[in-house]
């Protein structure tokens, strides 16, 4: 995100102004004009660096009509800094911040305009390999140019050096696109950042605008006898339809909420499922609605619907299925229309039914299904009883959410569903309330509760949030809600729709089988074996460079945080298992809407919803919420599934960008974009809605077995890409995907250099080691050797703070990105298998936004104030890919290509590709 220069805070405080260079146009070397300095005297004139002060940059504006200006910086920090002491003004992307530096201008020429000028680039995401600014570098007497293996930022320039940009296009090795002038044509012949302020004293413990769930939890516990049962007041009988709904909110707070599962082994005994779902007998048609609610408890608490309380509820379900329309003197006990659940007589329990089928793995009658959209009224909302077609039709709120998360749930009803949405949207009171009745005007908590889970299903998460906030202010001192606005005593019917949509859940999402992901104990290869993955643990957990929950690629006083590099040392710790409570903080920041210093959270990172949504981007998100047992339909508010699949190309564009062909997603530009997105709609079981994205990264094969590292534009084969593609394709079980698995580790193999590193863009790269490590690792006994060779060279790279060089014979010390992927990539674990069991970790407090101007708390927007710190937070180019002019570390980058594909900068194409994919891994 670009911003304005007159607001950029700067890395080193001022003490001095920009330096102006201007004129004299002299031939130097190969005829290129160079504009020289007549500098203010508070700046730096060009003549005061010399071969040991100081330190030069030029920057060439010929494909501008101009030419070759000159900076100086007698006591440059980084590269990033030389440039803007030097005289020259940047501009940043909105994905990846000033970090990414994409255009560039200097007042001696064309009076200071950036180029290139909006028209030609718009600066949102990454530019194209064929136009953008490399950064290239030279030492004392070096007289010839080297692609920076680091960003701008993340580069410390030496007495002496020179530095130059130039725009236009280069290879991911940078063999290519180097300046027309030569180092000798450009030689002339600190205070820290603040601390980090101390935190505030804390946030309240219920974010403004959010329903208090702990009180509402224990409120509903309150209401079981004995723990496990609601009694009607004057009664000594279960009142079985309430204990359901209190087992279902319980279990959206918290899915092993013991209390749930008391009360669903009381339930579960066969005297209380009889009486409850089996009132004609053990043997006898059972009572679908309440069928149908056991069934939902099973799958809320992890126990078996199919055998509860001496009961196959899902099987009973199918069985007593009404089997055809019933008409005047013809009668089928229990039912009315073909399609319904016998005995059912509400729309709440054909609803329930379907999401339980559907949900325990059994595929409903179509009949079934389609029944509730028979239900619609004319207005798109759905009314609460089994009419027969043409019959009065009544919608309400409540009737129209439960109704419509069956039917997205079923899939293929996309045209009712939206006719639904359209109908919740409109009906919704200015308040953010739903009334109970379409003829009312005032808000009631359970349809409101019940709304509110439906369209943040839907993904329309701003409508749910106006709900939740308006619930927020009708809870009750004793934690529960009343039926009606204003009402003073709290009922269990209104309050448990509330809880589930005040815990951002909804009852097919409750209600998904889930499993608790594999884990493995903490990986600790044998002394000598490898790194120390706890050191390298400790250096990427350590304050200085994870701040907050998140990591910055560059200077952390920015308040811009690069959340693909921040997923990245997050696939670290989960791989590792060395420090699971700081994953979890990770994780929920992510999670829970947090925010960096300028407002952006993961999804201004992602840009779903947006003309520039990425498929790597979202794919990347998705892939962190299945490691660690999140559910990546409902992660941060997004359903990335959803969202992923609706990036999948439907044919080639016009230009590369957004679509190189049928199949890509939007944006990925890099193969370990499209790696990521196919491996996280393949972990999430869409193997047909990523057969398209499959066949597409399986036609970039080469005949060599290895990938290139750009889609749409020409680059050439290498390991990180190659080995994340093999990651990918390895979860698909057909011959002819392990085939192409097995070629590329055989090329991988072949890459391995005499030391046990691997080649990538920054050289005998870490990042590429590490990915090659995984990649291998999928035959592991067959290339065991290649496997310890390389955790050696990736021992010798890691240095006494934990941390790890990104590469070997590079520019020493630790970089967060390459300790990221080398810590991850060490200990062997495929992308595409990676999990960790959070089981046991606190979540901590994010911090919050204030409430609005005036009135009630706005919904929830969780924002972190002040990014003053001291903390480094990465220096590398990396493994996402950036190019050099990124600004960020180009080598670290294609190495990043693993990892990162959301984040860094770095010198190569392949590398700045992979960045635009979302980083390595």
């Known amino acids: 995100m670009g911003t304005d220069q007159g607001k950029r805070r700067r890395i080193r405080t001022g003490r001095r102004m920009l330096s102006l260079l201007t004129a004299g146009l002299l031939s130097l070397g190969a005829g290129v004009g160079f504009l020289t300095a007549a500098s203010p005297a508070t700046a730096d004139p060009v003549d005061q660096c010399t071969a040991t002060t100081g330190a030069v ?184 339809v309430l204990t359901t709904e209190i087992v279902y909110a319980l279990a959206a707070a918290d899915r092993k909420s013991a209390a749930a599962r008391k009360a669903a082994d009381f339930l579960a005994t066969p005297a209380q499922t009889d009486a409850y779902a089996y009132p004609a007998g053990k043997d006898g048609i059972p009572d679908a609605g309440a069928a149908a609610r056991l069934a939902l408890v099973a799958l809320a608490t992890g126990k078996d619907p199919r055998a509860f309380g001496g009961h196959d509820l899902l099987g009973d379900l199918v069985t007593y299925v009404c089997p055809r329309d019933t008409g005047d003197g013809e009668t089928v006990e229990g039912c009315l229309t073909k399609g319904d659940f016998r005995t059912t007589g509400q729309a709440d329990a054909q609803a329930m039914a379907v999401i339980a089928l559907l949900n325990g793995g059994v595929t409903p009658p179509a009949h079934a299904v389609s029944r509730l959209t028979g239900l619609q009224c004319e207005d798109g909302g759905f009314t609460g009883i089994l009419i027969r077609a043409g019959e009065w039709c009544d919608s309400d709120a409540s009737s129209t959410g439960l109704i419509t998360l069956a039917l997205k749930r079923a899939g293929g009803h996309e045209e009712a569903v939206g006719r639904a949405r359209a109908y919740l949207k409109k009906s919704q009171l200015a308040d953010g309330s739903w009334p109970s009745a379409s003829y009312m005007t005032t808000g009631a908590p359970g349809s409101t509760g019940w709304a509110a889970q439906a369209l943040r299903a839907l993904g329309d998460a701003g409508h749910a949030d106006a709900g939740v906030s308006w619930l927020s202010r009708q809870q009750l001192p004793q934690g529960g809600f009343g039926f009606e606005a204003g009402e003073s005593d709290p009922r269990v019917y209104a309050t448990t729709p509330v809880a589930v949509a005040g815990a951002k859940s909804d009852l097919v999402a409750l209600t998904t089988k889930r499993t608790d992901p594999p884990t493995t104990p903490p990986i600790t290869p044998p002394a000598g074996a490898g790194p120390d993955l706890k050191k390298g643990t400790a250096y990427l957990t350590d304050t200085e460079h994870l701040i907050r929950g998140r990591y910055y690629e560059n200077a952390p006083a920015s308040g811009f945080a690069d959340y693909g590099l921040t997923i990245d040392g997050a696939f670290a710790l989960a791989a590792t298992g060395h420090d699971n409570a700081t994953l979890r903080n990770i994780v929920d920041f992510l999670d829970k809407g947090g925010k960096d210093g300028t407002g952006r959270g993961i999804h201004d990172w992602t840009k779903i919803g947006t003309e520039y949504a990425g498929g790597g981007f979202i794919g990347k998100t998705a892939l962190l919420a299945e490691v660690v047992g999140r559910d990546p339909r409902d992660f941060g508010g997004k359903d990335l599934i959803g969202a992923l699949a609706g990036t999948v190309c439907p044919e080639k564009s016009a230009t590369p960008r957004p679509c190189a062909a049928k199949g890509n997603y939007r944006y990925a530009t890099s193969v370990f974009s499209q790696s990521l997105g196919v491996m996280a709609q393949l972990r999430a079981g869409e193997t047909a809605a990523a057969k398209e994205p499959v066949a597409y990264l399986k036609s970039l094969q080469e005949p060599s077995g290895a990938w290139p590292s750009l889609i749409g534009e020409p680059s050439g084969t290498e ?203």
């Open 57 to 240: 940059v030029a920057v060439d504006f010929g494909p501008f009509g101009g030419g070759v200006v000159r900076g100086c910086d007698t006591t440059p920090t980084t590269g990033y800094e030389l440039l803007h002491e030097g005289g020259f003004t940047t501009h940043g992307t909105v994905h990846d911040g000033d970090g990414f530096i994409c255009r560039i201008g200097n007042g001696a020429f064309n009076s200071g305009t950036q180029y290139p000028t909006p028209d030609k680039e718009a600066c949102v995401l990454t530019p194209p390999a064929t136009a953008y600014w490399s950064y290239w570098i030279a030492s004392p007497g070096q007289k010839n140019w080297t692609y920076s293996p680091l960003g701008a930022m993340s580069r410390t320039p030496k007495p002496g050096d020179v530095d130059a940009w130039v725009f236009g296009g280069t290879d991911i090795g940078g063999t290519t696109g180097k300046p027309a002038f030569t180092p000798d044509d450009v030689r002339a012949g600190g205070g820290s950042p603040s601390p980090d302020p101390s935190d505030p004293t804390g946030p309240p413990t219920v974010p403004p605008g959010s329903v208090d769930t702990a009180a509402t939890t224990r409120w509903l516990t309150g209401q079981l006898t004995d723990g496990e049962r609601v009694v009607d007041e004057g009664s000594t009988t279960p009142n079985h």
């Open 719 to 921: 390991v990180d890409s190659t080995a994340m593609a093999a990651m990918a394709l390895d979860l698909l079980p057909d011959a002819e995907s392990q085939a192409a698995v097995d070629k590329a580790l055989v090329w991988l193999a072949g890459q391995q250099l005499p030391d046990g590193g691997f080649p990538g863009a920054s050289g005998n790269s870490v990042n590429s080691a590490a990915l090659a490590v995984q990649g291998l690792s999928l035959d592991a006994p067959r290339y065991g050797e290649g496997i310890a060779d390389a955790l050696a060279f990736l021992a010798s790279q890691q240095n006494a703070d934990g941390g790890f060089n990104v590469g070997k014979g590079g520019q020493p010390g630790s970089d967060v990105r390459a300790s990221a992927q080398a810590v991850g990539g060490a200990t062997g674990i495929s992308f595409g298998t990676l999990a960790r069991s959070l089981d046991g970790t606190t979540p901590q407090p994010v911090p919050s936004a204030s409430p609005g101007p005036s009135g009630p708390p706005s919904p929830p927007v969780i924002v972190t104030p002040g990014e003053d710190t001291g903390g480094t937070g990465g220096t590398g180019g990396g493994a996402g890919g950036g190019l050099a002019s990124t600004g960020t570390g180009a080598g670290l980058l294609a190495a990043a290509a693993a990892a990162l594909v959301a984040g860094g900068w770095a010198v190569t194409r392949a590398a700045r590709r992979r960045r635009e994919a979302g980083g390595t891994a």
